[in-house]
C-alpha cells in the first residue's frame, strides 16, 4: 500500500516566502514494514506532477501498488493507473471526513463526525447503518 499526498509548506526562495508543495510518498509492505519512499518540491500540487513522481518510482524499482491512498485530487487516478495500471484506489478517511464537513455548519459539525465515526469504524455495511 502506498499513501500520495502532498502538504504545502511555507518556504524562503529569492529573498520572499512563498508556498510550495512537498509531495511524499510512503508505503507499508506486504510484511508491516513502513518505507518514505521519496519527497519531491514542487510549485503546487497536479496529477501531472504525481506522475512525474509515480514513473520515478517505477523507474527505481517499484514493481507495482496494490492500493494507493489518495486525496482524489483531480486526474490522480489516471496518472496512477498509467504507471502502474492494476492499482486499486482508496480515498484517504482524512480527506474524506474533511470533504464531508465543509458545507456543515458548526453547531451540527460535532453531530456529523460523531456519526461519520461510527461509520467508519463498522466492521462491514450492515453495522454502518444500525443506530
Not at 502538504?7 to 510512503?26: D, F, L, N, P, T
Not at 466492521?123 to 443506530?131: D, I, L, N, R
Request: net charge negative; hydrophobic share 45%.
Amino acid at each position: 500500500m502506498v499513501f500520495l499526498d502532498a502538504i504545502h509548506c511555507h518556504v524562503r526562495s529569492e529573498g520572499q516566502i512563498v508556498k510550495k508543495a512537498v509531495y511524499i510518498a510512503i508505503s507499508i509492505d506486504l510484511d508491516g514494514r513502513k518505507d518514505v519512499l521519496g519527497m519531491w518540491g514542487g510549485e503546487n500540487e497536479s496529477a501531472k506532477f504525481w506522475a512525474s513522481v509515480l514513473n520515478s518510482l517505477k523507474n527505481r524499482g517499484v514493481e507495482d501498488i496494490f492500493i494507493a491512498c489518495t486525496d482524489n485530487l483531480t486526474g490522480f487516478d489516471a496518472a496512477i493507473h498509467a504507471t502502474f495500471p492494476k492499482t486499486e484506489l482508496q480515498n484517504c478517511i482524512i480527506h474524506q471526513l474533511r470533504n464531508s464537513s465543509k458545507y456543515v455548519s458548526y453547531e451540527d459539525l460535532k453531530a456529523l463526525l460523531a456519526d461519520l465515526k461510527a461509520v467508519y469504524a463498522a466492521v462491514g455495511e450492515q453495522a454502518a447503518w444500525m443506530p
